[in-house]
């Protein structure tokens, strides 16, 4: 998933897509925790805003409601995993 989750991000610099747009026209104070949230859910599923917005616009199952619930699991996994590297990466610093 890591390469496919580069790829996206690959695409999306060559874009911009609706969601980017719609972010970029909140105030500063707002846009810069959502940018943050959008960039991790678009990591979390792999696709672009464009794809994200189109998917769920065809979702009947109500599978997006599930995922918004996955993502937020992934993100509290994520950032856990995150903090604890940075943890040991400060650690093994202060000992050498």
Do not use: C
Request: charged residues 40%.
């Amino acid at each position: 998933m890591h390469t496919e989750v580069k790829q996206v991000n690959e695409e999306n610099s060559a874009t911009i897509d609706k969601a980017k747009e719609w972010l970029n026209s909140l105030k500063a104070s707002t846009r810069k925790p959502y940018k943050t949230a959008w960039k991790y859910f678009r990591e979390f599923t792999g696709m672009t805003g464009d794809q994200i917005i189109e998917d769920r616009k065809n979702d009947k199952e109500h599978k997006w409601e599930r995922k918004v619930l996955e993502f937020k699991q992934w993100l509290m996994d994520t950032r856990i995993i995150r903090q604890r590297k940075v943890l040991r990466n400060l650690k093994v610093q202060l000992d050498n």
